[in-house]
């Protein structure tokens, strides 16, 4: 699974990152930290509109645009930070087979963990409640695992 802006905003990261003098600890750190947590606001954001499209392609191949027109007003905003537990409610709501398929594939699976890292991180800069103690490579590693998250979300959706 591929997310075009992510991965062009990783890199380009990784590169100043990579280009900095590391005989100044303190300015790396800062940089760093700023970078992980506008990388984590795209992250978010692209996965909001990557699920909520997924659900409305869903929703798409009932062949009904009225259906399809509700269910995309029903999705609307409804995944604002996105975590596991709201993306498995709608499941839920298109079909309990859907939610437990998901579920088990995902529950307690180092991805899982990887997606609430991320949850987790956005939720402290947006609210300053919690930590955020990600570093770039965790960052990476997280966004890595949380792609195969979409990818089962995708294949149970059928889309």
């Known amino acids: ?24 600890a303190a300015d790396t750190v800062e940089l760093e930290s700023h970078l992980v947590a506008a990388m984590t606001v795209l992250i978010v954001s692209e996965y909001e509109t990557f699920i909520e499209g997924s659900f409305g392609q869903r929703g798409d191949r009932c062949g009904d645009p009225h259906v399809a027109n509700y269910v995309r007003s029903q999705l609307a905003r409804r995944f604002r930070s996105p975590d596991l537990g709201k993306v498995n409610d709608v499941l839920g709501c298109f079909g309990q087979d859907y939610r437990d398929s998901f579920f088990k594939d995902v529950q307690n699976t180092p991805e899982h963990a990887a997606w609430d890292n991320i949850m987790r991180a956005r939720h402290f800069i947006v609210h300053r409640q919690g930590a955020m103690n990600l570093t770039f490579r965790e960052l990476r590693e997280s966004y890595d695992r949380t792609k195969a998250v979409m990818e089962r979300l995708v294949q149970t959706l059928g889309v």
């Open 1 to 24: 699974m591929e997310f075009p802006r992510i991965d062009s905003a990783i890199e380009t990261c990784r590169r100043h990152l990579a280009s900095l003098n590391k005989t100044d």
